[in-house]
């Protein structure tokens, strides 16, 4: 659950005027989409698309900027493995990300490694590490700074006590075997802003709290409605709901267990419900996930926030996903009836 993290980052570094949420940052980062956008294939070779469109923060943020995580389309596997190269893999965000766009900057909508680009972004402006600057800016103002790393292995008062991974079978039936040999960060050297931090439950939900409740020790109140506010348009929300539902899995992984009716967009934090779920969360909550089906909600309008951990595969579970949507309900009820 990195994003939120790494959002909250961004908006720090446009706080102190070294980046603009609008302005390309393609030369930050000559690897991002450096090869075009993907259209097809023809005797089994890439038609690959060349664009001129600037590829902004803003975009970046939103899923908005073309990238797409290549384990989620088809071309993009496609197009790895007419290259000889796994999905997500390489020590580097450039190895991992540096993929064909799948459509224009700007004009569609689709979950992929901008979270990643950004962090990156980050780390050039600052010449730090993206873990070396949220713990200066986030993590140590917090006091968190012993509950979170994005390498615990290599941190002496944290190998210790990293939690390993369980499994469910190919079915997603239990029980839940161990699979301590999952690499989450899957070969990584690079602080990944979209998916490579570790962090204890208590750490996590101090750090949620302080966004919820908009601790000034991390973002100005106008950086904070930066933040939550919605940023696609009517097109854009549309585009948003064809996506998650393309197929079962993007609906499973991405939908977070809403129905199709509940009118959705997108924040700089997560996903945006727009409508009130009845017994379970108000209007304009703001949510997501990890890949051990670890989950966040802020509910503006019931006053609360919330984190559920766990350590278990396959990623976003259906059983998991119904656990925590009944954490969800027992947690309105009890604020309804106090």
Known sequence: MTK??????????????????????RDKIPGMGKHGV??????????????????????LLSHTSGQEYDWVNPLLLQWRASRGEAIFS????????????????????????????????????TRKTLGEFMRERIWAPLGIEKDASFFPHAEEDMRDRVAEFSTLNDKGEPPAVDFSSYDMMNGTADCLGGGGLHISTNGYYTFLSA???????????????????PQLDERGEQALDDY???????????????????????????????????????????????????EWYMDREAGVCAVAMCQILPPMHTGILNLHERFQRIIFTSLRDT
Not at 38 to 59: Q, Y
Not at 274 to 291: C, H, M, N, P, Y
């Open 244 to 294: 998650f539902h393309l197929s079962q899995t993007h609906s499973d992984f991405l939908a977070m267990g809403t129905p199709r009716s509940a009118r959705k967009t997108w924040s700089f934090a997560g996903l945006v419900v727009k409508d009130s779920q009845e017994g379970r969360f108000g209007a304009g909550t703001i949510l997501w996930s990890g890949v051990p089906s670890v």
């Open 4 to 25: 939120l993290m790494t959002a909250v980052a961004v908006l720090q570094c446009v706080e102190d005027g070294i980046l603009s949420l609008d302005q390309d940052v």
């Open 38 to 59: 993907i259209t097809g294939f023809e005797n089994g070779v890439a038609k690959l698309t060349p664009h001129s469109v600037p590829i902004t923060l803003r975009m």
């Open 90 to 125: 390489g020590p580097t965000v450039d190895d991992k990300c540096s993929i064909p766009l799948v459509f224009n900057p700007g004009t569609g909508f689709a979950y992929g490694a901008g979270y990643d680009w950004a962090g990156k972004v980050i780390e050039v402006v």
């Open 211 to 229: 966004v919820f409740r908009r601790e000034s020790k991390l973002l100005s109140p106008s950086s904070y409605d930066e933040l939550f506010r």
